[in-house]
Every structure is written in C-alpha cells, then in structure tokens.
C-alpha cells in the first residue's frame, strides 16, 4: 500500500541551526502539507502545497519557514534558524485532491521528531 | 471559525467490547468532511475513516463506523469488538469550506483492558 515517507525520523539540532525535513508523498497525489504536534499537544497546520506553490498557511508558518519541492518526488520543510519551541513532531502529509468527497482524505507520514537543544 | 471538540481526555474498555469515541464540531460551510486518525504510542498518524456532510449514510471501516448526526454537530466514533492493539490516542479532524487544512480536536486516550 503507498505511503507517505519521512526523514529522519530524528533529528537533534541547536538552537540557531538550520534543519530540513524531507518528505515523499504518495505518487499520485497533487497536494502537500506540514503539520506539527508538540508533545502533548493537538495536532496544528502549517502549510499546504499545490501545483509547486502554497495555496494556504497558518500564523505558525513564519519568515523563518519555508516548503519546497526541489524535484518529483521529495516535498521539504526548512527551518531556518531553529528555536526551543520548534521542538516537536513534524508531519507530512498528502492528498489526491483538496477539497469535498473522499479524494481529499489526507495520509499522514511517521513524522519526523525535531529536538532543538 | 472551525472548531473540533473531544471532550474525553481519557477512556477505558474491555476487550471485545464496543467503545464510543465523542467529537462535536463547529462550522459555519455547509460543505466539510469529518475524518478519524489514531496515533499509537510509536506516534505515526493513521486514517482510520472518513464523512461527508452531504453523506447520506454514515461511514464504516471494518470494526470502525461513524456515528454522523448532522443536526447535532457530532461525529462519533464507535470501535466495535475492541483489541488491545486499539489502544492509542484518537483525533477527530475536520476540513471546512473551501479550505484544504485540517483542524485537529485534542485527542482521546483510550486503552483497551484485558
């Protein structure tokens, strides 16, 4: 069964450093997204990606983040210059399709878990 | 504004038995999908079922099914003839209108006894 795939599963880095998550989505599916969780906590957006550009982003998803996808398969989150409250899960997801009926259903990676010393 | 609620932090049942998992939702857009994810303690994030608000039945996976009451605002889930491997934390989620992200509820800790 196809399935979202993320690395590292994690990633220890210090404050101030830059770090990339990588994410290969199912083949198939057009759209892209970044979620994060920090421990204990729900579950909250931060991007989603259609057609090589973010069609929507939330208040999390500062000047200090960035989404890519450098080839056909590889979707990235950068941050840029980490901070302690960055520490958390970070998960990638996709779609077939964004909007109503059952093609919009999101699956979810493994997520990577980002420790910022 | 969207709004996801989970009002049982924590629940038990018994193996074999059916257990139901409640989420109430807030939303002003007459067109939104309700889906439930379970995260096990490994923390991956697993789909487990999916409905539409112009669903006309509600949704059933295997032992899963979804308790829909449109009027109500609620989207329950019900687990039916539980294992131990259920044990895990479940989010009730929602997608709104014309927007592509998911909002998340804060989750039920359920744990299935012996």
């Known amino acids: 069964e196809p399935e979202v795939t993320q690395t590292p599963s994690h990633q220890v880095t210090q404050m101030g450093q830059e770090v990339i998550l990588r994410c290969v989505p199912i083949?198939?599916?057009?759209?892209f997204y970044w979620y994060r969780q920090i421990l204990g906590q729900k579950v909250e957006f931060l991007v989603s990606f259609y057609n090589n550009e973010i069609s929507e982003k939330s208040e999390i998803f500062d000047d200090q983040f960035s989404v890519e996808r450098p080839d056909g398969s590889n979707f990235t989150l950068k941050i840029r210059s980490t901070k302690l409250e960055d520490s958390a899960m970070y998960f990638c997801?996709?779609?077939?399709?964004?909007?109503?009926?059952?093609?919009?259903?999101?699956?979810f990676g493994a997520g990577t878990r980002l420790s910022v010393l | 504004a969207q709004k996801i609620t989970q009002t049982q932090p924590g629940m038990f049942v018994q193996e074999k038995e059916a257990v139901t998992l409640d989420c109430t939702y807030d939303t002003s857009d007459p067109s939104y999908g309700l889906f439930w994810y379970k995260q096990p303690s490994s923390g991956e994030m697993i789909f487990l079922i999916y409905q539409g608000s112009y669903d006309q039945q509600n949704a059933t996976e295997g032992r899963y099914s979804l308790n829909f009451q449109k009027a109500r605002k609620s989207a329950n889930l019900v687990i039916s003839a539980s294992q131990l491997g259920d044990s895990a934390m479940y989010f009730c989620a929602m997608r709104s209108g014309s927007a592509r992200q998911l909002t998340f509820g804060s989750g039920t800790q359920l744990t299935v006894l012996p």
């Open positions: 083949s198939n599916h057009l759209y």
């Open positions: 997801a996709s779609s077939e399709f964004g909007l109503a009926g059952p093609k919009n259903i999101q699956y």
